[in-house]
């Protein structure tokens, strides 16, 4: 009897688990160590393993031979679980199973020791669809169980799990399985089975699964039936319907060059051969969104399986891509009250103004420099280099600059100062406030002493100077007002 992909590799061991990496090591741990919880709460996307662990967890704690916290997956309760047909693992619906008597009846079951094993584990699927009577009936039981007795709630809403439920369960959150770990599996399986495939086809069956591997081991089986044992883009996209990843890139190109006459036949013609529009809609949203975190990012690669494709696409501006992608977004609203064909039209159509848009950079080029560009624009008419640094240094060092001789030697001003007049530190000041000037310091004569020095004081500040000689014949200083 055939048995469907999706239960024939269903993993037997924490080690086959693929993704989910924290779930893992806190059960695999929790059985190493005995440090059990009296209740788990898994909750994640479907598809993603929630149940499938759960029944690891029952197989481990009921291993005869555990190793590590794994289990042997060859003794008597091992294979039980496997079949199905283990007595002390409970699995009840909690869609179907959901009202107060349900609760009761497992409350009432739980007081008997277990049957075969050492743990008796109830697993309640979906246990976001008990009503809040059943939720408030099993508070007790889950806080206080008998002894043996494990629970693990599943759930695809976390939100709707009851506070008081919350507060008595470990809580493992699962996350959706990256494409590239969902590609990689489905390869190893490809090869176990004979199955012929290219990469591009699992790459397309990774992204319609939406990070479930159970979904993706279900398209995988149904398309590799349908392809007789091969597997290639043409079966996947001929099977569910659906247009190649390059005919959605090709309208994705029209609706970026305004080509809206185009664009609509195209749709109209999609929809009389009866692809899916919806779906169309999806992979163009999906391939604008790729395109957007393309040109965001500093290293897409990290989110995005960057190819030629988004390479060429660099010269369209993001605010382009950006105003797209929130016109594709609006279609599902508007097709709450019109037809779905009619709804995309409308969105295409929106389209036509695309070409229009210009990167608000460029936009803003040429309208007004910015102040550092005004800045260096006045600087540069400044001609008198004593302009350039009036207001940023003190009176005593603007005036020695005024009574030197400079010139100007190509795009510098060269200033000739004599030995002393400024110290290094004073010049290395100037030269760092404006680069363009420069300095030559000529050696002091021997002749000039304190006399000429105190002329040039003079002349600078109009004081009289007193000698030492004058001072020694009893010569004052100068009367006020001199």
């Keep these: 009897m055939y048995v469907p992909l999706a239960r024939k590799y269903r993993p037997k061991r924490f080690s086959e688990v ?3 990496e924290v779930a893992v090591r806190v059960l695999r741990n929790a059985v190493k160590q005995h440090k059990l919880s009296n209740a788990y709460l898994f909750a994640g996307p479907r598809g993603t393993g929630k149940t499938t662990l759960a029944r690891l ?3 481990a704690v009921n291993c005869l031979r555990p190793q590590e916290g794994e289990p042997c997956g060859e003794c008597e309760n091992c294979l039980a679980v496997d079949r199905g047909s283990f007595p002390d693992l409970v699995e009840i619906d909690a869609a179907s199973n959901r009202g107060i008597d349900d ?8 007081s008997y020791s277990p049957i075969k094993g050492k743990y008796k584990l109830y697993i309640l699927d979906e246990a976001h669809m008990l009503t809040k009577e059943a939720f408030n009936a099993l508070l007790k039981t889950l806080e206080e169980p008998p002894p043996r007795v494990l629970f ?3 759930t695809t809403e976390y939100e709707r799990i009851m506070p008081t439920i919350l507060s008595r369960c470990q809580r493992l959150l699962f996350s959706k399985l990256k494409d590239s770990q969902i590609v990689q599996h489905l390869k190893n399986i490809c090869q176990k089975e004979g199955i012929e495939c290219e990469e591009r086809a699992l790459y397309l069956i990774a992204r319609l699964s939406d990070g479930g591997m159970r979904d993706a081991l279900s398209l995988l089986d149904q398309t590799s039936t349908y392809g007789e044992g091969r597997l290639n883009t043409d079966t996947v ?3 569910l319907g659906i247009l190649s990843q390059e005919k959605v890139r090709d309208f994705l190109k029209l609706l970026l060059n305004s080509q809206v006459d185009k664009a609509i036949a195209y749709l109209n013609e999609i929809n009389q051969k009866g692809y899916n529009l919806s779906r169309f809609c999806e992979l163009l949203e999906e391939e604008v969104m790729d395109l957007i975190l393309y040109r965001s990012l500093q290293e897409p690669e990290r989110v995005v399986r960057v190819e030629d494709f988004h390479r060429s696409m660099q010269s369209v501006p993001l605010s382009a891509l950006l105003y797209l992608e929130k016109v594709l977004n609006a279609v599902r609203a508007e097709a709450r009250s019109r037809d779905f064909l009619r709804a995309f039209e409308l969105a295409v159509v929106k389209t036509q103004i695309i070409k229009d848009i210009v990167p608000i950079g460029e936009l803003l080029k040429g309208l007004s420099p910015s102040p550092s560009a005004k800045e260096e624009a006045e600087t540069t008419k400044k001609t008198d280099p004593i302009e350039l640094l009036e207001g940023r240094l003190d009176t005593f060092t603007l005036e020695v600059l005024r009574r030197a001789r400079h010139e100007k030697r190509e795009d510098k001003f060269l200033f000739y100062i004599k030995e002393g007049e400024l110290t290094q530190e004073e010049i ?10 420069d300095f030559v310091v000529e050696a002091k004569a021997e002749q000039e002493g304190l006399p000429a020095f105190a002329e040039k004081l003079k002349d600078m500040f109009g004081a009289k100077v007193i000698s030492h000689e004058q001072r020694g014949k009893g010569k004052g200083p100068p009367d006020k007002g001199s």
């Design 18 to 20: 693929v993704g989910q």
């Design 57 to 59: 967890l029952a197989k």
């Design 103 to 110: 609760v009761r009846a497992i409350r009432d079951a739980v």
């Design 152 to 154: 693990v709630l599943c």
């Design 237 to 239: 996209e001929e099977f």
């Design 428 to 437: 290395n000041r100037i030269k760092t406030l404006e680069p363009r000037i």
